[in-house]
């Protein structure tokens, strides 16, 4: 079986409650669990969180809770892989047979049910262990700026300072959505990025919420996806 989890933790420091705090009529995660849910990829949603609010709202929109996650894997400094494969260890120990898993971020409001589609579909086809969300830099990073205190500026690579951009190889990052991954991968705490395939999506619908401009970015994005 296929099955979604969306590590969503209480407590962030930056914008409190972000989670579930409103964006566009609905709790934030509220639109990571429609996209799974409208993919019709998973046979279970499963949300991992440590806080009773946004166990409760993730309840309300269609999500399930079979666990809530320990204290030792909620900190700020926790990182996603030891989450989902607590996840999977978890949901085994319900007698689920997973195959894949695909960790859906809850700040992902832009993230398309067909994205999530096609990533799996790449990953099959790959055979890789892991397929994941990326975009490509608005910029050519080997042409890239450093400033020291004084305003100074120098070439991050200065071999690169003269090369044309257009004989820079295309760069890409991580869009933060998704992760698809099979259950071996994640449990084994394989590297994603580099034991991966990126799937790309338009930069234009990918931005990581962390600060509130980043939210104001976003519900412009959002705005635009959806009129």
């Known amino acids: 079986m296929n099955i979604a989890v969306i590590p969503a933790r209480g407590g962030s420091k930056r914008i409190p409650g972000k989670n579930v705090k409103f964006f566009w009529g609905k709790p934030m995660i509220a639109h990571a669990i ?3 849910r409208h993919s ?3 046979d279970h949603i499963v949300v991992s969180t440590d806080d009773k609010e946004i166990a409760q709202i993730a309840r ?3 999500a399930e809770i079979p666990f ?7 900190d700020d400094f926790t990182p996603t892989v030891p989450v989902v ?8 120990d319900l007698g689920w047979k997973i195959d894949r898993v695909c960790c859906l971020y809850p700040c992902s409001p832009l993230v398309q049910s067909d994205d999530l589609k096609g990533a799996l579909e790449l990953q099959k086809v790959s055979n890789s262990d892991y397929c994941f969300s990326v975009a490509e ?4 990073v080997q042409r890239s700026l450093k400033r020291d205190s004084n305003g100074v500026m120098q070439p991050v690579f200065p071999n690169n300072e003269l090369t044309r951009t257009q004989d820079l190889d295309v760069t890409f990052y991580d869009a933060g959505q998704f992760y698809w991954g099979t259950s071996r991968a994640w449990l084994e705490n394989t590297k994603i990025h580099s034991g991966g395939i990126g799937y790309i999506v338009p930069s234009w619908r990918v931005v990581d919420i962390d600060t509130l401009d ?14």
């Open 34 to 36: 429609e996209a799974a």
């Open 214 to 227: 980043d939210w104001k970015r976003a519900e412009i994005a959002f705005k635009v996806v959806h009129s």
């Open 40 to 42: 019709n990829l998973f």
């Open 85 to 92: 494969a607590h996840a999977i260890r978890s949901c085994a």
């Open 68 to 74: 809530m996650r320990p204290a030792e894997l909620a």
């Open 137 to 140: 830099f608005s910029s050519a």
């Open 60 to 62: 309300e929109f269609g």
